[in-house]
């Protein structure tokens, strides 16, 4: 068995989902990933983190979530995407 794959037995999600993205705002992408996340999961609680990484950079999306995962309850969940060009 892969115990890489198990979930800890004190992990519970908390419904959080955080989203850093190198998206932007001028298009329909952050609003079409919203949906597709409440698609399977409706009553998710969303947190836009930021979606100005500058693009491509992965360092900064790191950076901008490592100074932000913290202050969230234990059992959220955060989406970061960065296209690394």
Same mark, same amino acid.
């Given at each position: ?15 959080? @989902?955080? $989203? +850093? ?5 001028? =298009?329909?992408?952050? !609003? ?14 969303? @947190?836009? $983190? +930021? ?5 491509? =950079?992965?360092?900064? !999306? ?14 959220? @969940? ?8």
């Amino acid at each position: 068995m892969d115990s890489g794959s198990e979930t800890p037995p004190d992990w519970f999600p908390s419904g959080i @989902v955080t $989203l +850093t993205t190198d998206f932007g705002l001028s =298009d329909p992408y952050v !609003g079409i990933m919203k949906g597709a996340i409440l698609r399977e999961y409706a009553s998710a609680t969303l @947190v836009d $983190l +930021t979606h100005s990484v500058p693009p491509q =950079d992965v360092r900064s !999306g790191a950076w901008f979530l490592s100074k932000s995962w913290s202050w969230f309850p234990a059992g959220s @969940v955060h989406v970061a995407v960065v296209d690394p060009g």
